[in-house]
């Protein structure tokens, strides 16, 4: 197991190239007992590549629920019974004060989040005034998170200084048709290729318990290499109320350390983050997550869910010596 695990370092960061899948299915197999130690790699790796700095983010749900696709893990979905109620788009001072509550936190990125399928003429217009606005008056770099976008779309918000675009391929290509059937991967992974050749970085990340299998993961892997992210967040479902998958089981915190410890050796240079569900997946080992590839988190609440305190998170970074600022991709 131990030649397996130095074999994964040296590739990595002695010759510089990226596992296989077929690697990466390997350790996906490794006994529980071993993931301690694959997490070790991970961190090593880590460390090689993006450094020990770590960067914090705020995110504001600017308009939340009412949602007309059918995703099964999102209780913004207005095709569900779930008790998350439409509500109106903020006006821009709301954000702002939103973004500077996230300043005041010492953290460099905010992004704004929409629950839409996508922006229409109006709605591309006010986020862009929004952007206009936190940019203006704060240091953070700005985010958007607006859906599936058109033609000329992410050009407009490339010129309108918003460095990230996220845009989720949630789970594998062979896997999705199963939890959402009102757009295509294809859809999302055109959207992905719009993003980054408007000149914007791309945040891409993905859920993991939707059913998935273990070799899905691994082809979920290899479909985020495909459209080569920056930045990478990880979710863990936290089964939301009237939603398809209420009922789902929460992972395993050994197997979501064993995942972050993975999507790490696979995407050695993005910058991973922590994101929804890890509070109620990980309870109280989400510091190891620091120490298995993690280099980057949202503080505070997410859209739907409470987060925890931002302290907490603050506090665990200092204790573990983990600097905070602004990263970029070593890809």
């Known amino acids: 197991m131990r030649q397996l695990l130095d074999a994964a370092a040296a590739a990595v960061i002695d010759e510089g190239r990226n ?16 993931v301690p130690a694959l997490a070790a790699v991970a961190h090593e790796v880590r460390l090689a590549r ?57 953290a460099s990125e905010f992004c704004i989040v929409v629950a839409v399928r996508g922006p229409d003429e109006r709605l591309l217009s006010r986020l862009l005034e929004m952007v206009r606005l936190v940019r203006h008056e704060t240091a953070l770099n700005v985010s958007v998170s607006a859906g599936l976008l058109g033609d000329g779309q992410a050009e407009r918000l490339a010129a309108g200084g918003v460095r990230r675009y996220n845009h989720n391929l949630e789970t594998a290509r062979s896997h ?7 757009h295509t991967w294809e859809e999302r992974v055109d959207t992905c290729r ?41 979710n863990f479902l936290n089964p939301r109320p009237g939603t398809p998958m209420a009922g789902r089981p929460l992972v395993e915190p050994l197997e979501a350390l064993r995942w972050i410890a993975l999507f790490r050796l696979a995407l050695p240079g993005v910058v991973l983050r922590y994101a929804g569900g890890r509070e109620v997946t990980l309870r109280e080992l989400q510091a190891l997550g620091m120490t298995a590839g993690i280099n980057a988190l949202i503080v505070g609440n997410y859209l739907t869910t409470l987060g925890r305190p931002p302290d907490a ?7 573990l010596r983990m600097p905070v600022g602004a990263l970029a991709a070593a890809l």
């Open 194 to 234: 719009r993003v980054r050749a408007a000149g914007m970085e791309l945040c891409c990340g993905a859920i993991l318990g939707l059913g998935e299998s273990v070799a899905q993961r691994v082809e979920l892997l290899g479909d985020l290499r495909s459209v080569a992210p920056a930045e990478v967040p990880i």
């Open 50 to 106: 993006c450094g020990p700095m770590v960067e914090v983010e705020g995110i504001v749900s600017a308009k939340t629920g009412g949602c007309i696709e059918d995703c099964g893990f999102c209780s913004q979905s207005a095709r569900t019974g779930s008790p998350v109620a439409a509500t109106a788009l903020l006006d821009p001072a709301q954000v702002l004060g939103a973004a500077r509550e996230t300043a005041a936190l010492g």
């Open 313 to 319: 998170d603050l506090t665990m970074l200092a204790d």
């Open 176 to 182: 999705f048709p199963a939890v959402v059937s009102t």
């Open 19 to 34: 596992l296989t899948l077929d690697e990466l299915a390997v350790l996906a197999d490794l006994p529980d007992g071993q």
